[in-house]
């Protein structure tokens, strides 16, 4: 199971908590330093009057101290080591997760923010609730110590642990449901903002700005809302638990005046007991206070656990570049997130060293073919093979070699114009990324920018031109000669000089051997095409030679197009014919 990565993670840690747990031991048996400082103070300095006595006592309990501080801040410091840990043997599949999860589950899948969660759980780990959590279990070590002073002491401390108990279960009932809706709103408006950086353009010049900063802004007034009566709840829970434990420990004093009254235990011991219930029952209220961060954090376990929770995949095996064909096996695509197909038992291929153009309609399929032919959707039934081994059994990074893909929304990544042509790959050269460009005809563009290829983009390549940023987005796509390489709309921002340019691209990596799928509505990109599709309402319509097919089409377009022409020249049934004019003589 995939969860094996969050186990295993989890796991990793247990050896650790061991040594905190041992930590804690340690600390909380020095915590009884001061209540036993306190009792032979009371018992034995003051009523011998011995400075001398005083003085040893003050030096051990300096050096319990500090011992017992160096104890705490090396628990600390593990338990944030531990945080740090999680985060790297986890972190990375949370984020694979999280950039993957709109084209593996669909939209909806896209609201999860796994990486934030894999940070909430290393900030818990280095948080005081943890250390709460260590402390509580010694809880009955403390309460027997105040038993062994006097029983009414001992019942006494135990009602408070009862009752302070209590208000941490009622705390988790009333604030788990408010915390899972805060949780919830507060991914939607995220999401919300992400969505309005991604179209500001369009926010701002067509004044939708507005409109969706009231839409933020009610999502966000539900937020704040859920999130107020989170607090409320844990705030009440903490000024209760608060008000009580030092109410507590004024009960345990005038109890322990009454039993000192009556002869049955000393002032110091009464001083004492109260100290060590007081310290007993810290680790209860310190939870109390940290409840609201101990549901985030177990929330967002629970939603990584649900995340990896699927089977594992076989590894595949290193299969060799291919360089044969491209085969499309009889496949049906059913986007994620739908159940209704919108390609149904397509089946073509195309040889290496030729290209296949995919016409269409809008809205037949073309860019869900696209998006199939790179691995980004999986088919729901057949298979897509590259030298007739499918995309499925290949590993991932070693296909991603072997593909190129320029879709039809362009989007750059925040870095160097160079680093974007190179897919960021740590063994890229200044050679293939010239080379690529230079095939992609952007290579003076490159030069023309005041820092050429050294540029730096912004977010999606604000400061470049819808036309440069498909032009580098080509570049990108052919980089290192890929075998197969997917194009959908690539002149759709394209001057002349564009155009030109992206042909003499299709025609070099033919030659050097690739297969080359264009998408395209522009006849102008089907020119470089040996072969064509015709894909119209999710299916195959024809497949053949470029040429063959486009007569086809024409064809038929003009038989469309004479057709209603002649259904308005046709008299309707019950119409009476116009007799034609008379001619004049």
Known sequence: MKSNILASAIAA???????????SCVV???????????????????????????????????????????IDLVRYRVLTRVGHRFDEEVGRAAFLSQVSAPIRSGPLAAKSEPVRD??????????????????????????????????????????????????????????????????ELAAQRNSIVSAGRRNAEVLHGMGMLSAVGTLWE?????????????????????????????????????????????????????????????????????????????LSAQQAY???????????????????APKRDLMVDTITVVPPGSRTPTLIDIRLGAKAGTALGIIGPSGSGKSTLARVLVGVWPPARGSVNLDGAPLSQWKPDALGRHLGYLPQDVELF???IAANIARFSPDATDEKVIA???????????????????????DQGAMLSAGQRQRIALARAIYDDPFLIVLDEPNSNLDGYGDSALNRAIATMKERGSVVIIVAHRPSALSATDKLALIENGRLADFGDRDEVLKKVMRREKVDNVRPAAQLQKPQPGQKTQPAAPQNA
């Not at 840690?13 to 930590?23: D, G, H, L, N, P």
């Not at 408070?160 to 788990?176: E, Q």
């Not at 844990?234 to 005046?257: E, I, Y």
Request: glycine content about 8%.
């Open 302 to 320: 629970r939603r990584l656990r649900a995340l990896f929770d699927r089977p594992e995949e076989a590894e595949p095996v290193d299969l060799p």
């Open 218 to 294: 009610g999502v966000n007034d539900k937020f704040l809302a859920a999130n107020a009566r989170a607090a409320d709840v844990v705030g009440l829970s903490s000024v209760l638990s608060k008000v009580f434990r030092l109410f507590l420990q004024s009960a345990v004093l005038a109890l322990g005046a009454y039993l000192a009254i009556q002869e049955q235990i000393s002032p110091g011991a009464m001083i004492a007991a109260s100290i060590i219930m007081a310290r007993g029952l810290q680790p209860v209220e310190m939870a109390v206070q940290n409840w609201r961060q101990m």
């Open 414 to 416: 925040e870095g160097t």
């Open 118 to 183: 894999v940070d909430q759980l290393r900030q818990f780990f280095s948080s005081s609730g943890v250390t709460a959590i260590f402390d509580m279990p010694w809880l009955p070590l403390y309460v027997g110590i105040v038993f062994l002073v006097h029983p009414w002491l001992g019942y006494l401390a135990v009602l408070g642990a009862v009752v302070l108990f209590s208000i941490a279960l009622l705390t988790d009932r009333a604030a788990r449901p408010v915390m899972r809706q805060s949780g």
């Open 13 to 23: 840690t247990r050896r650790t908590f061991v040594s905190v747990a041992i930590f």
């Open 28 to 70: 909380n048996i020095l915590m009884l330093t001061g209540p036993l400082f306190m009792l032979q103070v009371y018992d034995r300095v003051l009523t011998s009057r011995s400075v001398p006595t005083l003085l040893a006592l003050v030096v051990l309990v300096i050096g319990l101290y500090v011992f017992m501080g160096l």
């Open 436 to 458: 690529a460009a230079t095939t992609a005809g952007c290579h003076e563009l490159i030069l023309s920018l005041k820092d050429g290829y050294a540029t730096m983009l912004g």
